[in-house]
């Protein structure tokens, strides 16, 4: 998948969409690591705060748990 950088969706949104179908399909597997916020800068080349946005709009949705000094990891059984 990739970011669409003329379309109307944030990029944000995008991101968290491409993350949330990597938890669906089992990419990323509950109680796991997600790559952290610059990984997600790395990957798909956007501004620290948009990866922020991104995870927030996961964490929001209840499919990523953040801990503190630790990173977010996918949640224990994750809302498709």
């Not at 491409?18 to 952290?36: E, K, L, N, Q």
């Amino acid at each position: 998948m990739t970011l669409d950088l003329d379309g109307p969706e944030p990029l944000y949104e995008q991101i968290a969409a491409i993350r949330a179908a990597r938890i669906a399909d089992g990419t990323y597997p509950p109680r796991r690591r997600v790559p952290s916020e610059a990984g997600i800068v790395e990957e798909f080349g956007v501004s620290r705060p948009t990866a922020r946005a991104a995870v927030q709009l996961l964490v929001e949705r209840g499919l990523v748990v953040t801990v503190r000094g630790k990173g977010s990891y996918v949640a224990d059984e994750p809302q498709t």
